[in-house]
């Protein structure tokens, strides 16, 4: 059969705008993302842009470009980003997605439209404006009229806008009826699903299915999205928990409804078993017979200065910051045993002053109590109340390496462990619940010594058994943490015994289940040792627990959280979704270097130059899965192969990408296409990608930016994402001409400047501030293109591959390709006018294009102008800054910022700067006239300075006078700047008492005659 040999919209367009707000909005949502019941793993990828790249890698563009805005319209409809796409993803009740900033309600909306009748829908005729609702209990057609009504409100928004009120687009299942047919009737098919539209276009491309490839499978994001699509399916991943996780999404969540209910019911069984032993043995019951639900443990250290006390650490003893009870801990020094007994108290006095722990920063700090009593008996004289906690370490003689047979601290240890309160849930009448914290009793603390002998007992069997690890901890980049912080050499050491008991006899009763299933529970085992570790952190003003992995390291803490068993429900009886794919699929664990699978279509998201340490992190959990690993999957190894993994940013990691992408092109057919993703702010990675492309035979079509990730927490107004670079690639043609730099350079900048702006279109689409973009991403994409043109070259005059490859990075120097690199930054910077300055350069006379005019200033300049941008959309922090400084090159940026507060940074006011170099313009070398001390920006910053010191405007202007080229470029340069000064730093506090002085220099600017 005939396949297509139509180019595919990927490679022509793609909705960056749209789908940055989707992926941003995917990542940012807190409940609901559908693999999250799987487990833990790092940096997926959102469904929404896997599913968009396999239907653009599927949708034919048309060969004349004027039809290229249909295209999009019919993809827009595909992907459900159109109106009638959008209202089917409507929230129930039209409720708004909860997110910063909050938007208006539905209701609201419609009442600014609605005409006299349609008031009547209202509350009240909605007359009432604090409390705008709709009437309750609207007959059957008034309730038409509301939808009615509802509906053209929504239809009249932005795509912005409409988000706001819908869920997320991989929530619903397809377009709904009304677009099918416009799609099917535009692409010539006659789906009535995503699933028969993909197979359709599959068939007409391929022949047959298309085969969706993932090479680094992780969580499966990608396999998943590309199963629900109906694909064939092949994934892989080096790492055996990600291979469990990419199995899970695949056959629990994808698989067949009947397993999924299947894996449900065993889960709940085994979940309420374990709950019944645990009653039966009353190992989480109180005296009362109450069930406790968290237990609060720190570590306590003997202080010799402080005459040998045991002195409990916490930064804080308030044990819930904001509830109305207030609980908190009261340290009681007990002379006989020199160490403190706990009480439980609820608000009081007290409370306040719980807030001090006895850990302050660096230091150990002795409580009040104890201090007063060791005063009293003189012991105070020579010692102090704080001390170092690192100098008590080193006088110890440092930390003990814990031994296999440990599992609690020894007494001669640095650090002992106590429990120091617990949460019980007391019942109250009529099936009510009460939570109580409460100081650990004689009863409870006799439990405790229950369990740690019943490890004591069990420990070496049971790590014989693997039902607890007995893997040492290997040290690594991260896990070096655990060593060096608390001298834990074996992973069962991250554990108290309580919680060794748990995991031991939730890992030993899943042996007994049937292999199908079993996989699953060791998915489960995997959330029950992420959310009960001595990792876990207790939040008290957020008053949640958090699990070992809430962020991309191995944290030690000083107090931590055990979670009794009824707190493990959510982990190990998960809530997974079920959504059955149609298509086949194979999940193995391979290295992606010598996998042998050939797909039409591989979707890639490899490791990021050390981003994340996915082989050390992983290792937490691979010490628990051992055994059912190896039960399961007989013939597959259970480490995580860190020799193996790509990783670093040098030769090795560059050899090992180049590796793999030449093999990934072999098991490709030649009308096979690859979209690599691939999230990284350091630029210097990109000229390494473009040449492990190159390298593997691949040639770059396209690369579209995505804006996924936000580095810090949610949506705020000006805090800057990161985008996903998708790099549109396929087999580059083996009759690909040679080429010459100094042909190659021109073609990289017009490029460039395509880019540039098709990118700051789709930003003002998608809504400016929400989903912008640094210039830092700028750049990248500037860098990404200069490899699209390059990867067309079969050879470049000058550039030795091989040799590019191998070459460690410190001995690199200046190659070829990375000229063109710079050369592609260069033209970047110089492109990326701010928004406001174009305005004014249009409004100015002499016609200077924005461009030329950002071109002539000094990267100083560019810096302090963009700095200002940046400001103006309400970012501060010191990254932002240090991005921008990079981008144009500028080493010692920091001399143009203000103080330097970490999330307070901003640029250096005109006042802050020292005093301005007085040369006079005509005495200066035509070769300085160019630097920064020189330059209109830099004494319109001096002028300013001086009228702030209390200088008349005459004498401002007579400095800019003598010091610029005023007679030639005040009307297009200094009043351009000036103008622009004065519109950006209208919210700026910063500059509230420059402005009028602004405004004083610019009329005097104006007016000024020789
Ligand atoms: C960025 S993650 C992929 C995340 C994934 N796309 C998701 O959505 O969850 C990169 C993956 O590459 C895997 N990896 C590292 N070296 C590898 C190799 N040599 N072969 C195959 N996979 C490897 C890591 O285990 C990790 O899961």
Known sequence: MPTS?????????????????????????????????????????????????????????????????????????????????MWKRRNEGLKEISSRPPWPRFAELCLLQADSEERDLFKDGGVDTSDIRWRPRLNEEELARKEALEKRVFYGLGHEAQRRYCKRMEEVDGPPPESWQEINAYCGTQASSLQDWVAEMSQRRYGRMIKVGDAFSGMGSIPFAAAELGCDVFASDLNPVASLLTWGALNIIAGEPEFHAEVLAAQEKIYQEIDHWYLQEGLETSEEGWRATLYFYCVEITVPEWDGWKIPLSGTWQLLKSSKTQPWVELIPDEETKSFRFKVNYGGDGFADSNKGSKVGPD??????????????????????????????????????????????????????????????????????????????????????????????????????GWIPDWRIQEGVKTRELIRTRGWTHWHHLFTPRQLLMAATYSQRIQEIASRTRPSMALNLGQLTNYSAKLCRWDSTGNSAKEVFYNQAYNTLLNFIGRGWKMMENPVNPHHFSRKGEGSHSNTMTDARVLNSCCDLWITDPPYADAVIYEELSEFFLAWYKPHLKACFPNRYTDSKREMAVKGDDASFRISMSECYSNLTCNMPDNGLQVLMFTHKDTDVWEDLALIMWSAGLQVKQVWSIATETPGAGIRVGNYVQATYNMILRKRPSDAPMGFVDLVIPQIKTRVEEVILHMRDSQIQSGGLNCGYTDTDYLLAAQAVAAEVVTGFSSIDGIDLEEELRTPNKQRGNSVLKDMMNQAKRTAVDFLVPLGLEEHLRRSPDGTSAYQFWRNLSPEEKFLLKSLELEAGGVSKIGAFQDLGRAYGIADYEDLLGPVVANEARSQLPSEFPRADLARWE??????????????????????????????????????????????????????????????????QAWQDLRPLLQTLRLAVENHRA
């Not at 563009?61 to 319209?73: T, V």
């Not at 429990?419 to 109580?436: S, V």
Request: a neutral charge.
């Open 5 to 85: 040999p139509k180019k595919s919209l990927l490679e022509v367009q793609f909705p960056i705008g749209q789908l940055s707000l989707e992926s941003y909005l995917e990542r940012d949502a807190r409940t609901g993302k559908i693999l999250n019941s799987l487990g833990k793993w790092w940096g997926t990828k959102p469904i929404v842009l896997t599913r968009s790249v396999i239907l653009g890698s599927l949708f034919e563009a048309s060969e004349d470009p004027e039809r290229w805005p249909d295209d999009l319209e019919i993809f827009l409809k595909l992907l459900c980003f159109d109106n009638a796409g």
């Open 364 to 465: 150990v700090v002795c409580p009040q109590s104890l201090w007063d009593l060791l005063h009293v008996q003189g012991k105070t004289a020579n010692t102090s109340r704080t001390i170092p906690l690192n100098s008590l370490i080193e006088n110890h003689g440092g930390l003990r390496p814990w031994e296999k047979s440990d599992f609690m601290p020894r007494p001669s240890d640095f650090y002992g462990e106590r429990l120091y309160a617990i949460r019980w849930e007391k019942p109250l009448p009529k099936g009510k619940k009460k939570n109580i914290f409460r100081e650990p009793r004689e009863f409870d603390l006799k439990v405790e010594a229950q369990t740690e002998q019943l490890i004591s007992k069990h420990l070496s069997d049971w790590q014989k058994e």
């Open 923 to 988: 005495d200066l070398p035509a070769n300085e006239r160019t630097h920064f001390p020189h330059s209109v920006t830099r004494h319109l910053y001096h002028a300013l300075k001086m009228l702030a010191e209390g200088a008349d405007a005459d004498r401002a202007v007579k400095h800019l006078v003598d010091s610029t080229n005023f007679w030639s470029e005040r009307q297009g340069k200094h009043l351009v700047i000036l103008a622009y000064l004065y519109q950006t730093t209208e919210a700026n």
